[in-house]
C-alpha cells in the first residue's frame, strides 16, 4: 500500500524535473547568439507573412503590362519603390511581402502534417512493436528511400497545374506533408525505445494505466526536444522545396511565392537585376534563420551538451 503512495510522488517530482528542464533549456538559448539570430530573422519575416494577408493581391502578372504598363523602373530612385519595380510596375518589396506569407505557409503548413503523421506512426512502431511496429517501420523506411523532389514535382504537374489551380499552394503543402513525415517518425521511434523502459513509465503501467494515456500523458512531452529541432529544419527544407518547385514552373501562377518571383525575374535579370536579387535574399535569410534556430534549439535541448 506504501509503494501505491510513492509511485504518483515519483511522477510528480519527475514532472517538476521537466518543467525545470525547459527553463534550463531556455537559458542556454538565451546564450546562443546564433540561435537568438535565427529566432530574430525567423519572427521577422513571420511578421512580414502576416502583414501581407492584409495587402492586397498583387496583380496577376499575366495582365501586369496590360493595365500598368511595363515601366521597368530602376531601383532605388523612388521612395514609393525602395527595392525597385518589375517591368510590369509592380513592387518588389510587395512581392517579397506576399512570398513571406505563402511560403512560410507551405513551409509551416507541410512541418505541421508531417508531425502529425510522423509522430503517430513513430509512436505506434515504437510502442506496440510486434508485427504492426515491423509493418510500419517498413513502410517508413519505404517513403524515405522514395526520390522525394521527382514525386513532389510528378503530382504537382498532376494536380496543381491541371486539376486544382486556385488551390495550388494547399496541395503542396499536403504534398510535402506527406512525404516528409519519415524522418519524424524515425526519431520518434528511437525516442520512444529509450523512454518506455524508465522508472515513470513504469511505474505508470504498474498504476494500470491505459497505453493511450501513457503515450499521450507520459512519453510523447518527454520525447518533444528532438521533434522541435527536427521541425525548425524541416520548415526550411520545405521552402527551399517550394522555391525550387515554383521556379522550374510546377506551382500554380496565380499563387505568390519567391519562387515564383525568381522564375519571372531571371529573364530581366540584365537590365532589372534587382527584381530576382532580393527575392532571393530573402529566402537566403529566411532558411539561415530557421537553420540558426535549429542548431540553437540542439544546443539547449540536448542534454549531453548540458554543462
Known sequence: MQEEVQLPRQHEVHAQRGAGQWAVAWRRFKRNRSGLGGLVM????GALAFYGLFLDPVPARFYGCLY?????????TDWA???GTEPSGIDVWQEIIHGSS??????VGATLISIVIGLAIGAVAGYRGGVLGALLLGVTQIFFTLPVLVFILLFARIFVLQVAQGLGLTLIVLILGLF???????IVRGEIFRVRELEYIQASKALGASSQRILLRHIVPNILSPIIVVSSLLVAANILTEVVISFLGFSDPSASTWG?????????????????????????????????????LSDALNPRLRE
Open 42 to 45: 525567423v519572427a521577422f519575416f
Open 68 to 76: 500598368q504598363g511595363c515601366t521597368n523602373v530602376a531601383a532605388f
Open 81 to 83: 519603390h525602395p527595392l
Open 102 to 107: 505563402g511560403d512560410l505557409y507551405v513551409g
Open 180 to 186: 516528409g513525415w519519415p524522418t519524424i517518425a524515425f
Open 260 to 296: 515564383l518571383i525568381l522564375e519571372e525575374g531571371l529573364q530581366y535579370v540584365r537590365s532589372s537585376w534587382w527584381v530576382s536579387f532580393f527575392p532571393g535574399i530573402a529566402v537566403v535569410f529566411c532558411v539561415l534563420g530557421f537553420n540558426l534556430l535549429g542548431d540553437g
